[in-house]
């Protein structure tokens, strides 16, 4: 009897190990292989982490964002993998019916979504910071505090009236949390790329630096938004600047007055004191009045050689100007488009 009853003893313990056995491999397998993150969904889920974010503040945004079904597999997947401890900031894109292991080794690897940045129409630094940290962790208040850091810009050879020309329109990919400064160092690096000795041996055939062919493209830029007028346009300029002429480019008056929806320069504010006053300083203005494109940068190196020393828009308002060698057949094009204007009541 108590040989049986030692029997009975063994059989219920090999039994119950074996079942907890068992239901310990079962649960192991579910949690780390079985779908647990948007197990009913189509589309993947991009997941944002912030820097300095917490493994819990993780695995509540994924709970609350409904990305994970089960927090409790999640967190032990997580616990076994130690990735309680090594959370990394980020961009992360999300599969529908991921595991939990995958998921884990996801955002444990770091491997980040890069983010596509593209930035053009900019006038303004405020627009600038505005644009280029739209779709970024950082604010808009930390990148502009650096545009407006007259010590922290001179580290990259500028100041605060170039500073706008180490911005080349494109499109770029960076990370989502990459730093203000680190930003500012991707640009320059665009800038670095952007020119080649080619292009500067093309500004210095022009007698210009790159700084100054950047603010010289930020006017044709201005002055016509053709692009396969630009060159013609930079031409114009050009043989100016070769005479001493004044520019006399209206739109460095807009940007000199600040009010950019001003559509007709008037005869008050050719007398503004200002250094981007073209029409009373002879020269470029400090620095470019927007961020050229990089069309328009391309223009002034490729500027047409002609005779033109004017331009006046088209009677037309088809965006094209009509070119002049001579002040009495500028004056001609010019009446015809004040014409154009009082009679279209724009003032």
Request: charged residues 20%; hydrophobic residues 40%.
């Amino acid at each position: 009897m108590l040989q049986d009853k030692k029997l009975k003893i063994y059989l219920v313990a090999v039994i119950t190990i074996s079942v907890l056995l068992v239901s310990f491999t079962f649960y192991f397998y579910q949690a780390f292989f079985s779908p647990n993150a948007l197990t009913d969904k189509e589309e993947n889920y991009v997941l944002k982490i912030h820097s300095n974010s917490t493994f819990r503040m993780v695995s509540d945004s994924l709970l609350e964002n409904g990305v994970i079904n089960d927090v409790v597999t999640f967190s032990f997947v997580a616990k076994v993998l130690n990735y309680q401890e090594a959370v990394k900031p980020g961009l992360y894109t999300i599969p529908p019916k991921t595991s939990n292991l995958n998921l884990i080794r996801l955002l444990r690897s770091g491997r980040q979504t890069p983010v596509r940045l593209t930035f053009n129409n900019v006038r303004t630094k405020s627009d600038l910071a505005e644009k280029i940290t739209s779709n970024l962790e950082i604010s808009e208040e930390q990148f502009l505090e650096l545009l407006t850091d007259s010590v922290y810009i001179r580290k990259f050879g500028f100041e605060e009236e170039t500073i706008m020309a180490m911005f080349i329109p494109n499109t770029y990919e960076v990370w989502w949390n990459t730093s203000a400064e680190g930003l500012f160092d991707r640009m320059h690096q665009e800038y670095t790329k952007f020119w080649t000795e080619p292009r500067k041996k093309k500004a210095e055939q022009l007698g210009l630096s790159p700084l100054e062919v950047s603010t010289l493209a930020s006017i044709v830029q201005a002055e016509t938004q053709k692009a396969d007028e630009r060159p013609k346009v930079a031409g114009v300029y050009l043989n100016r600047l070769r005479i001493r002429m004044p520019l006399q480019a209206d739109p460095t008056l807009v940007f000199a007055v600040g009010d950019f929806g001003l559509k007709r320069v008037l005869n008050v504010h050719k007398e503004i004191d200002s250094p981007y006053n073209t029409y009373k300083n002879i020269g470029l203005p400090p620095g470019p009045i927007n961020l050229p494109e990089i069309s328009a940068l391309d223009a002034v190196l490729n500027a047409e050689s002609h005779q033109y020393l004017y331009f006046c828009a088209k009677d037309d308002f088809s965006g094209y100007h009509a070119f002049a060698s001579n002040y009495d057949e500028h004056m001609r094009n010019a009446r015809r488009y004040q014409a154009a204007l009082n009679q279209a009541k724009i003032f």
